[in-house]
C-alpha cells in the first residue's frame, strides 16, 4: 500500500545522548497525536538499538542509514542487514548519494544491500538521483532510470513492493536549493511511469516516492501536494523537533 512518510536522515550527525534526547523528545511530541504519515528517524549504527527502545515503534519507524552487502563474516567494521535488523529497526536508507559519492557504492554492491536487506525483513529506503551537470545536459531522467534499473530491477514484484524510493536531486541536498514542486512531480510521476512498465500499474501506484533536498517546513506541504509525491526524506531539518513536526504535520 502506497504510503505518506516523512523520514528523517541524521547522518553523521549527534552522538548517543544527544539522539536519544532528540529522539525521545520527537516522541513525546507525536505522542496523543494522529499525523497522516508514517514518520521515520534514519540514525547513525550506534544510536539503532537505543532509539528503538525509547521511541514507540507503532509511531515512529526506525531506520539505519546502509548496512553491508555481504551477509556475515570478516568484513571489518562492516554492519550487516541482519544486525541492523536485530536492534529493532525496520528500515534502511541505501544508495544515499552521498554513500555513492564519498564511498564508492556501485548499482552493482547497492543491487546486493537491497537484496539483504530485505531477506533480513528491512524495508529499504532507496536514494536516486541526478547531479546538477546530467540535469543541466538533461540527462536527469536517463540517470534516475537507470540507478532504478540497475540496482532494483532484478527483483521480483513482491520484493519490489517493499521498497520506499527517494529521489533526491544531489544539487539539492543540503544546499537550500529545492527542486521546485513541478520539478519534483515531474521526476516521480517519470519514475512511477517507469515502475509501471516494469512491474505493472498495481505496483507503481502502490510505492511510496519520496523527495529529499533542503525540504523545510517551509516548502513541504507544496511539495507534498502534488499527486506523485508521498513524502520527503529530510537532513538538516530533521535534526531539530522543532523543525520536523511541521513537516510531519504537512501531511
Ligand atoms: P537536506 O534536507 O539537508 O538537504 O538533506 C537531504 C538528504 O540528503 C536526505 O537524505
Known amino acids: ?137 538533461e540527462k536527469h531522467f536517463d540517470v534516475v532510470k537507470s540507478q532504478v534499473e540497475a540496482s532494483l530491477f532484478d527483483l521480483s514484484a513482491d520484493d519490489f513492493s517493499k521498497v520506499v524510493l527517494a529521489y533526491e536531486p544531489v544539487w539539492a541536498i543540503g544546499t537550500g536549493k529545492t527542486a521546485s514542486p513541478a520539478q519534483a512531480q515531474e521526476m516521480h510521476a517519470f519514475i512511477r511511469a517507469t515502475l509501471a512498465e516494469k512491474y505493472g500499474q498495481d505496483i507503481a501506484n502502490n510505492t511510496s516516492i519520496l523527495y529529499g533536498g533542503s525540504a523545510n517546513a517551509g516548502n513541504a506541504k507544496e511539495l507534498f501536494s502534488n499527486p506523485d509525491v508521498d513524502g520527503g526524506l529530510i537532513g538538516g531539518a530533521s535534526l531539530g523537533v522543532d523543525k520536523f513536526m511541521p513537516i510531519i504535520e504537512a501531511f
Not at 502506497?2 to 547522518?11: D, E, L, P, S
Not at 552487502?69 to 550487516?80: I, P
Request: glycine share 8%.
Open 1 to 137: 500500500m502506497r504510503k505518506n512518510i516523512v523520514a528523517g536522515n541524521w547522518k553523521m550527525n549527534k552522538n548517543l545522548q544527544e539522539g536519544l534526547e532528540l529522539a525521545t523528545e520527537l516522541n513525546e511530541a507525536l505522542k496523543g497525536k494522529t499525523v497522516n504519515c508514517d514518520v521515520i528517524i534514519g540514525t547513525p549504527f550506534i544510536h539503532l538499538a537505543s532509539v528503538a527502545k525509547a521511541v514507540d515503534l507503532n509511531k515512529i519507524g526506525v531506520a539505519a542509514q546502509n548496512c553491508a552487502d555481504k551477509e556475515s563474516g570478516a568484513y571489518t567494521g562492516e554492519v550487516s542487514a541482519a544486525m541492523v535488523a536485530s536492534t529493532g529497526a525496520q528500515y534502511v536508507i541505501l544508495g544515499h548519494s552521498e554513500r555513492r559519492a564519498y564511498y564508492g557504492e556501485t548499482a552493482e554492491t547497492l543491487k546486493e544491500k537491497v537484496k539483504l536487506a530485505l531477506a533480513n525483513g528491512l524495508t529499504p529506503i532507496f536514494c536516486i538521483g541526478e547531479v546538477l551537470e546530467e540535469r543541466e545536459a
